[in-house]
């Protein structure tokens, strides 16, 4: 499957506790974007990196969110000290950049549970 | 205000009927527009891309009318399988992109 991937596709954890998902775009998308999506609503942007610079970061990513893309490839989206708010599925996507309809394709997501 | 506003639904239509959504945006820079399509738990795939000419695909027809800030899905001879959730996705200046909250279609035998 040459698609986006993530894991782990599901994650319970007790609030106060750190989670990290990672992402694993299409292998020759240079651009990478995470989102977060709750019941009912689109998904929301997170950030986004060209190669491995993070170019932009939505003010929906609090302190608590940092992610990277060490080496331009995978990505790790890490949640410290979650909150039960916290919980929604969060969506990874990639796109070749250069063009200006560049379609970005998703991921099948993490589904985060903080109790 | 929200960047993209869309009628949540539900649209429960017969097979064969044609239906129609609409959305609206917010900003006026918008500079590319799309509907995705989101099935029950799974990730959202890209339906088709919008062009200001109006586009169609097959039983797909896309518009989008810039002074108005308006974008619409009208799909004919609906099929079961179009059962799902309809995004409607506007790109402003950057990368990312605008979703609305999904027009939820279920198309009834």
């Known amino acids: 499957d040459t698609g986006v991937s993530q894991d782990p596709r599901h994650k319970i954890t007790k609030r106060g506790q750190n989670v990290t998902f990672r992402c694993d775009p299409i292998?020759?998308?240079?651009?990478l974007y995470w989102y977060r999506q709750t019941l009912g609503q689109g998904p929301e942007f997170l950030t986004y990196f060209q190669n491995e610079a993070q170019l932009e970061k939505s003010r929906l990513l609090s302190d608590r969110f940092s992610a990277e893309r060490p080496k331009g490839s995978f990505s790790t989206l890490e949640i410290q000290r979650t909150e039960q708010g916290d919980s929604a599925m969060y969506l990874c996507?990639?796109?070749?950049?250069?063009?200006?309809?560049?379609?970005?394709?998703f991921g099948p997501g993490t589904r985060l549970t903080v109790l | 205000r929200k960047e993209v506003e869309q009628d949540p639904g539900p649209f429960n239509v017969p097979e064969g009927a044609t239906v129609a959504f609409n959305c609206t945006y917010s900003?006026?820079?918008?500079?590319?527009f799309f509907w995705y399509r989101q099935d029950c738990r799974k990730e959202p795939k890209l339906l088709m891309s919008v062009y200001s000419s109006g586009n169609e695909d097959g039983r797909f027809t896309a518009q989008l009318n810039r002074a108005s800030q308006y974008i619409s899905l009208l799909i004919r001879d609906s099929k079961l399988s179009d059962s799902a959730t309809y995004l409607c996705v506007v790109k402003t200046g950057a990368n990312n992109l605008f979703f609305g909250t999904g027009t939820r279609l279920t198309v009834i035998p």
């Open positions: 900003n006026s820079a918008s500079q590319s």
């Open positions: 996507a990639s796109s070749l950049g250069g063009s200006w309809n560049n379609e970005q394709f």
């Open positions: 292998s020759e998308h240079n651009r």
